[in-house]
């Protein structure tokens, strides 16, 4: 009956090669995407790199308080990042903290004071109608204009309509520029009145900033439309579905992101025109909408688009055949949810009723950061010298065991936190360099279980090698609940708390699955393997094992004879 239970252990004794096997492939694997991805040191986070941290507060106005929820914070945390990266910043951080706050790290650079002084302000969407348009670097030619339908196509291949309306067949309207951009504003019929571009002067200065705008430079991007009020005429960029940077003119402000009352990404499956994004606009808004369809259906190709623009970049630049009465359009065309979802965001921002107020800012050197990091480093480097010492002197030769474990699992974090800065976005920082250093202690906690358990079974008269496999069943279990509850405190930490201390939680959940993984792949698999040796086999003095340093008791061996019914014990 045990004789199945026993092939399947000698089995399982025999192969311990392929767990070492495995676990050194991932660390080669892990170190060969490393190179390969060029981030061979871990991203470093602002309290070690230097830079500014700002922690924003939201606002709503009075008695719109339901307007702070997570949707509308994301969709901030997503202009806020737009703002930055479109300044130059590299390697900025934006992220909630808590239900209202949002921290803003911007490393030390050039451009940090100025990305200060644009993430806490409110963002600005307007609706421009287009004046005139081309691909970025392309040489200028004529475009047919699309026919007239009750559409409006997005230069991504869209096509919004009211939502009452089936939607037609998607064109593209990312078109270049044909005529004189001169001719092109005196052409336009829908100048504002506080506002008419078509004298020599103003056209002109207008016609040189749009033929200068090269939108393939992210700091000419950032600096396009600068200083333009609403009512100004003015250029701006943007990005079509092909990836390309276009350029515009665009004329007056007819309708403000504030005139959009909800905009939301939907799966339209009874027209087939897939995901769309839906538009409803307020009173004031759906009369302003319907005035400008209205004009621009009028005009040719480009002239009868209009621009979303968001913080002075064109996120969509749907075209006009009809006046759009409704109240409310719908976009589609070209989009994934993905896409949608984003574009329905940066409608539905213009009209939150939020706004960010300064509640801090604080400004750490990168020598400060380096000061502080020499000093953990060091603490962590007493602690774990004062580890080594102690397995040493208590478990001499089974230390080897326990400090190549360490190693193996110093190499897959450090590895792995290369890989997570492009990845996610993980920046070491102080609170994470702790982390990494309690992680000392858990690990070194796993093997002393198991070391102590192995002893005591040899303190029971058993040989090494069925030593090593009895005492890993019950070494497991404590493994893995010593491990769960620590991987639960660092989740718990992580959930509950914000900014820094999240990177604590975060370093020490990882290094805790870690500490599994070299438990299970190399430390026992290592521990069987050493078993076979005469050193550790027989045990030797110096190799943590002996049976009589650690008062083993002698086996215990009995004889059974067969009972008979002239012995007189049976009687």
């Not at 700002?54 to 702070?68: C, F, H, K, N, W």
């Not at 030390?108 to 081309?134: C, H, M, W």
């Not at 002197?393 to 065991?401: E, K, P, Q, T």
């Not at 058993?462 to 005492?471: D, I, N, T, W, Y």
Request: net charge positive.
């Amino acid at each position: 009956m045990a004789a199945p239970k026993k092939g399947r252990s000698a089995s399982a004794q025999s192969k311990p090669g392929r767990s070492l096997a495995l676990i050194l492939i991932a660390i080669a694997a892990l170190t060969g995407g490393m190179f390969a991805s060029g981030h061979t040191t871990p991203r470093l986070g602002i309290d070690l790199a230097g830079g500014t941290s700002i922690t924003l507060r939201a606002v709503a106005e009075p008695g719109q308080e339901s307007a702070i929820n997570k949707t509308n914070m994301d969709t901030a945390v997503d202009i806020m990042e737009r703002r930055v990266n479109g300044l130059g910043v590299s390697e900025a951080e934006v992220q909630t903290q808590g239900d209202r706050n949002i921290i803003v790290n911007i490393p030390k650079g050039t451009n940090s004071k100025e990305a200060r002084d644009q993430v806490g302000t409110t963002a600005k969407l307007y609706f421009r109608p287009v004046i005139a348009t081309e691909v970025a670097g392309a040489a200028a030619t004529p475009t047919p204009s699309p026919s007239a339908s009750s559409s409006a196509s997005g230069s991504s291949g869209d096509e919004a309509t009211d939502k009452s309306t089936p939607s037609g067949t998607p064109s593209a309207s990312s078109t270049t520029q044909g005529r004189a951009v001169t001719d092109a504003l005196k052409a336009d019929s829908t100048p504002s009145p506080s506002s008419t571009p078509t004298g020599d002067g103003a056209g002109s200065k207008l016609e040189k900033q749009y033929a200068a705008l090269d939108c393939t430079k992210k700091s000419a991007r950032a600096k396009a439309g600068d200083g333009a009020r609403p009512t100004d005429y003015t250029v701006a960029c943007g990005q079509n579905s092909s990836g390309q940077w276009q350029k515009y003119i665009l004329g007056p402000a007819e309708v403000d992101g504030t005139d959009v009352d909800k905009a939301q990404a939907v799966l339209n499956t009874q027209t087939g025109a897939g995901w769309t994004v839906t538009m409803d606009f307020t009173n004031g808004g759906s009369k302003k909408f319907a005035a400008i369809t209205g004009k621009l259906a009028k005009n040719q190709s480009p002239q009868n688009q209009f621009a979303i623009v968001l913080d002075g970049e064109v996120v969509s630049d749907p075209f006009v055949r009809q006046a759009l009465t409704g109240g409310n359009a719908e976009i589609s065309g070209n989009f994934n949810q993905e896409s949608a979802q984003a574009l329905a965001n940066m409608l539905s921002y213009g009209a939150l009723p939020l706004t960010f107020q300064e509640d801090s800012v604080t400004t750490v050197t990168a020598a400060l950061g380096g000061e502080q990091l020499h000093a953990g480093l060091i603490a962590g480097a007493i602690g774990l010298g004062l580890v080594v010492i102690y397995l040493l002197i208590y478990y001499r030769g089974l230390s080897v065991i326990a400090l190549l474990s360490l190693l193996v699992s110093a190499a897959l974090t450090y590895t792995l936190m290369a890989l997570l800065g492009p990845a996610i976005g993980f920046a070491l920082n102080l609170p994470a360099v702790c982390g990494a250093i309690v992680a000392i202690g858990i690990t070194a906690d796993s093997f002393i279980v198991y070391f102590e358990r192995v002893r005591d079974e040899i303190r029971e008269g058993r040989s090494l090698r069925p030593a090593v496999e009895r005492a890993w069943p019950r070494a497991r279990r404590t493994i893995l609940v010593s491990d769960f509850v620590s991987f639960l405190a660092a989740a718990v930490l992580f959930i509950v708390t914000v900014g820094k201390v999240q990177g604590f939680a975060f370093t020490l959940g990882l290094t805790t699955l870690l500490d599994v993984v070299v438990v299970f792949l190399f430390t026992k698999p290592l521990l069987t393997i050493l078993a076979r040796t005469k050193f550790f086999g027989n045990g030797h003095p110096w190799s943590g094992l002996d049976p009589k340093r650690l008062g083993a008791k002698p086996p215990l061996r009995r004889t059974r004879r067969p009972a008979s019914p002239a012995d007189p014990k049976e009687a």
